[in-house]
């Protein structure tokens, strides 16, 4: 266990100094974020050594989910990832669709009710109708598989069913309105999942 006395203090100090004479640290920057991880590729190239980097960060910070007396049950953390545009061309493959290479795609992640199937066939209708409004093409659903070992009894008697939808850029417009688009798709399917007019 880390002893918090003035040998420590001194330590912290010099090693604030070093990173300030020989890094980008500054300490009129610093405050406090505990919880916060960022790991990036300096050249920009997609690396499973980034990903492993921010699996051990949230490894490093397991103490701020908010972990209950249960020891598995948190808020959870994730991590942010490019989409593996690979790994998804499969898996429209298995909905019987041919990928459009050519276009750009989404992923959408949605978080469905587990236990009424009524109220998740309800969800996905308002999904796929925003999406469709918006004049985009649906390649169909994909379930995410959840290992359910690892959650404590709280969280597994609470969980949702998580699906993805994967979209198609279809009306071929440029990534800054496609991502626009799906971004107000997203806000409409909330409006209209909560009940309100939009």
Partial sequence: MTKFDASWVKAEEAKRKHM??????????????CGVGLVVSIDGKPSRKVVQAGIDALKAVWHRGAVDADGKTGDGAGIHVQIPVPFFY???????????MEE?????QVFLPRTNF????????????????????????????VNVACLGDKANATRP?????????SKGVS?????????VIRRRIEKAASGGWY
């Fill in 118 to 145: 009524g109220a998740q066939e309800t969800c996905r209708t308002i999904v796929e109708s925003e999406v469709l409004r918006m004049g985009y093409y649906i390649y169909g659903w994909r379930h995410v598989p």
């Fill in 161 to 169: 069913e998580i699906e993805q939808i994967l979209i198609s850029n």
């Fill in 104 to 108: 750009l795609m989404a992923v959408g």
């Fill in 175 to 183: 990534e800054e309105i496609f991502e626009r688009e799906l971004y």
């Fill in 20 to 33: 300030a004479e020989n890094g980008l640290y500054s300490e009129a920057e610093e405050h406090a974020s």
């Fill in 90 to 100: 499969n898996q429209i493959e298995r909905t019987g669709h041919t990928p459009r």
